[in-house]
């Protein structure tokens, strides 16, 4: 634990720490911060180091090595990532404590010349009191090929913020600055979650994605298997890139993953039991054998879906009309299309501000050996992953299936499958619906 008197040099003394980690909640997840996970990656990073009283962790080397993905002894003097990507975010601060965040009582700031931020209390006749600020509609916008380039840059760029904050939260003993989750003994989602932490002290496998697979395949114009994913052999067939063979080989992973694993993390705490990080090239089939276990992302970015697709009936595929990802429906019942599918190709250059229809699936099923409980959450883009992820962890999401199936909250759920259709626009995503299910899924 940090000492009192490192804490006052950051924070008023009057402040507790538990205050300032739910209002560095309320900032990252607000509008300034919505399209850009690599600002809420910094303030995260810069945020739980100064509450800690870590401040010798918070320079300009550490934060471009542990959170804007560069080498550990890159030269600051070459690269000023972290010089740029301050000034954004002191604009993004301004922003947020003048406009919706206008009613806090606790400001952040990060003065120039340094990284460390000061949390100062606000005057009593500075406070205004909390609004609803409209949420602007968000036009839609055409459709555009992507520059390989640039695409494959942000990905991974984005990836590795999140891989690199993910292990910084997780390497202490409480993951702080995670979603508030709402658990009880009548909440929805323990129908889902008493199989998981049945008994205190319990542990859940959480596996990652891992982007650099996809990427490749997205590149290379491949589908790959879990057995070439295993092997490693196709990295052998690089084509000719050896800048694109640096991004794939780097342990990379998505925002929704590092988001969707600390809200487990939290479910874990509440339950009495916790969470063990893994990244999709760390484990292997004896980590899916017995125990329990949760595969974020599609079989492209984590491929161990692959063993529990032929007990699934929504599985991932290719819609050779819209050259994109979908979802084939086995055995579609009456009503239900044999398909649910994106487009492929989207501008990556500007706000990422393209509004479309995506679709992802949450999944309930046994372990390989029937022992335990793998749940598969799993989008046909990021934003789908992550609200597949909320729909298992939120109770008025979850109890739309119970509702569905007739179950009753706090009664265990049997295998399930869920299909759900949302709308998703720069980085996050609204109107989550669930438009078909399978229960029991046999």
Request: charged residues 20%.
């Amino acid at each position: 634990m940090p000492r009192r008197a490192e804490i006052v040099s950051v924070c008023d003394s009057s402040l507790k720490p538990e205050e300032l980690y739910k209002l560095v909640h309320r900032v990252t997840s607000s509008r300034p911060f919505s399209s850009s996970p690599t600002l809420r990656a910094f303030l995260l990073y810069i945020a739980e180091h100064a509450i800690e009283g870590k401040l010798a962790d918070i320079k300009e080397q550490q934060i471009g090595s542990h959170v804007l993905g560069r080498k550990p002894d890159y030269d600051p003097a070459d690269d000023n990532i972290v010089r740029v990507r301050a000034r954004q975010l002191r604009q993004r601060l301004d922003e947020y404590f003048s406009g919706e965040g206008d009613h806090e009582p606790v400001v952040i700031s990060i003065p120039k010349g340094g990284y460390v931020p000061l949390f100062r209390p606000k005057a009593a006749n500075e406070i205004k009191p909390p609004t609803d600020l409209p949420v602007p509609a968000s036009p839609p916008h055409p459709i555009r090929s992507p520059n390989f380039l640039r695409s494959a840059a942000l990905w991974s760029i984005a990836g590795l913020i999140a891989l690199a904050v993910c292990i910084q939260l997780w390497s202490r003993k409480e993951a702080r600055l995670t979603p508030a989750v709402e658990q009880t003994t009548t909440d929805a989602t323990r129908s889902l979650w008493s199989h998981f932490f049945a008994a205190k002290g319990q542990e859940v496998t959480v596996v990652s994605a891992d982007a650099g697979f996809a990427l490749w395949q997205d590149v290379t114009h491949r589908t790959l298997s879990l057995g070439d994913y295993v092997n490693r052999r196709y990295l052998q067939d690089q084509p000719g890139n050896a800048g694109l063979l640096e991004i794939v080989v780097r342990r990379t992973t998505s925002p929704a993953d590092l988001i969707l694993s600390l809200r487990f993390a939290e479910i874990a705490r509440a339950y009495g039991g916790r969470v063990k990080p893994q990244f999709a090239r760390n484990i292997d089939i004896h980590d899916l054998r017995s125990g329990n276990v949760v595969l974020l992302g599609s079989r492209r970015s984590n491929p161990w879906v692959e063993l529990f697709e032929p007990h699934l009936n929504f599985v991932l595929d290719y819609d050779p009309a819209l050259k994109g990802p979908c979802f084939r429906n086995k055995s579609p019942k009456q009503g239900e299309p044999r398909a649910f599918s994106i487009a492929g190709s989207f501008a990556v250059e500007g706000a990422e501000n393209q509004v479309i229809q995506s679709y992802a699936v949450a999944a309930l099923l046994p372990s390989l050996t029937g022992t335990g409980r793998v749940l598969v959450i799993e989008g046909l883009n990021m934003e789908g992953t992550e609200a597949a992820g909320e729909f298992v962890t939120n109770s008025e999401r979850f109890g739309m299936l119970l509702r569905r199936i007739g179950i009753e909250n706090n009664t265990p759920v049997k295998p399930f499958e869920a299909l759900l259709k949302l709308t998703a626009v720069a980085g996050g995503y609204a109107n989550t619906e669930l438009i078909a299910y399978r229960y029991p899924l046999q």
